[in-house]
């Protein structure tokens, strides 16, 4: 999506086309509670129409656009994939297996701290934060169920640990992509990240401590629930063997689309092996539409009923939606030009920090995608940090602490859609409870201030 602008725009104009956009976007999705698509959609059309008042033929729009939402098919293919692999996690007896021992395992340790840390854990592991969501996260949020805890905050301690993973681990595309954007070495950048990691990792841990709730509530209910998912599931070591297979191709660097296909191969075949009254036909409809629990548990039934290529449609849907309106924004001129009058303006180490910060952030709510938010950024502030003198592994930890970790607090963006679909909890409501995420960029602007953690080149 890095194409050239068509126009040039005065940023008083590019700031107010922003406003416009972001509170059509906002008051669609806020206060009148509708699907972010109609509002995204209703933005695209007012770009289009404000590109063709600026003179520019409706091909060369449609153009934009057409190229905005290219970048996004990635992400696509990983979401039918991931669809089919949630399905057949459940059919094999995956997902329920890491229900079943998680709460054996982490019974005697608060709820939310628990999720937070082993979330953290496999997301360091398998370097892809989505992967972390859509298995052991599923899995917590069965368990968050069955012991009748708040499931936002439950989602909230899920998206803290698997984007803390996503933004630490060597084997994640985001630290590649941010240590690579500004030529940083991968384990200098890794390392200089400790400095805002460390602290928004304890206070979360602290946080979610206090949060979590008192052991021992609801014990009969909990009891019905595991009997009924050692009844109705195929529980046992087998089960773990996608897991651990997807976690190994991870950790060699296998791509995702293979990795994500071998965890289904090995889950369907397990299934097959468990259940040998299961046709073809029925997997197909499995991994097309969704696995569905049929037992005398309601909230398992609940828990344990999704996943599917099906699954997945709304998410791809919003996902192309946003992207294309992120093309239109280039296009037209728009971002370009709040990027290049900032540049003016940063004269100390608090300002280019918080510059930084401020635009990724703002290129995750206006473009939706965090790969976007660290390329685009990364380029734009390069210089800048190299005039002021500072190394450029500030700038990387950066890009991390304020793109990796924001956008699964955009309702809209790639992984808040994403995250929102797997956990079936809305983006909105677990925003206020992703602490590390929302730690992040204030402890990168507190660096710029302190100068902490900042070294000169």
């Known amino acids: ?32 509670s509708m699907n972010p698509h109609l509002p995204i959609i209703f933005s695209i059309i007012f770009l289009m129409v404000y590109g063709r008042l600026k003179g520019l033929p409706i091909h060369e729009i449609e153009k934009g656009m057409i190229n905005g939402a290219a970048s996004g098919l990635g992400a696509v293919y990983i979401f039918f994939f991931i669809g089919m692999l949630i399905s057949s996690w459940m059919a094999s007896g995956t997902i329920p297996s890491l229900m079943f021992y998680g709460f054996h395992l982490f019974s005697d340790l608060p709820l939310y701290f628990a999720v937070f840390v082993v979330t953290s854990i496999v997301g360091v592991a398998i370097g892809s934060a989505f992967t972390t969501a859509a298995t052991i996260g599923v899995a917590f949020i069965g368990m968050a169920t069955a012991l009748d805890a708040s499931l936002a905050i439950t989602a909230g301690a899920i998206v ?12 994640s595309e985001t630290t590649n992509l941010a240590s690579e954007t500004v030529g940083v070495p991968l ?30 509530q609801n014990t009969q209910e909990i009891e019905t629930f595991l009997q009924a998912l050692k009844e109705y599931s195929h529980i046992g070591w087998v089960a773990f063997i996608p897991f651990i297979i997807v976690a190994v191709l991870a950790m060699m660097k296998v791509s995702a689309i293979p990795t994500l296909s071998a965890g289904i191969v090995s889950s369907v075949v397990i299934a097959f092996f468990q259940d040998r009254s299961i046709t073809f036909k029925e997997m197909a409809d499995i991994l097309f539409s969704g696995f569905v629990m049929e037992s005398n548990v309601d909230q398992l039934n609940s828990v344990l009923s999704g996943g599917g290529i099906e699954s997945m449609m709304f998410s791809i849907s919003l996902v192309l939606l946003a992207l294309g309106m992120g093309g239109l924004l280039f296009l037209l001129g728009i971002i370009p030009a709040i990027l290049q009058a900032v540049e003016g303006m940063l004269t100390s180490a608090l300002r280019l920090i918080s510059a930084t910060a401020f635009t990724a952030i703002g290129l995750n709510f206006f473009v939706g995608e965090q790969y976007l938010s660290i390329l685009i950024t990364g380029k734009a502030f390069e210089g800048p940090y190299t005039k002021l003198g500072y190394n450029k592994k500030a700038l990387s930890r950066a890009l991390e602490d304020a793109g990796t970790v924001i956008n699964p607090l955009v309702p809209w963006g790639v992984a808040g859609v994403f995250i929102a679909g797997v956990l079936g909890v809305p983006t909105v409501e677990y925003v206020p409870f992703a602490i590390f995420c929302l730690l992040c960029p204030i402890l990168t602007i507190l660096s710029g201030l302190t100068k902490i953690g900042l070294s000169k080149q």
């Open 1 to 32: 999506m890095l194409q050239s602008s068509k126009l040039k725009l005065p940023v008083w104009e590019a700031v107010l086309v922003l406003l416009v956009v972001f509170a059509s976007i906002s008051i669609g999705i806020i206060a009148l």
């Open 160 to 171: 803290s640990g698997a984007f803390l993973g996503d933004k630490m681990s060597p084997l």
């Open 187 to 216: 384990f200098e950048h890794i390392k200089n990240m400790m400095w805002t990691t460390i602290p928004a990792f304890i206070i979360s841990a602290v946080v979610f401590v206090i949060m979590s709730p008192v052991k021992g």
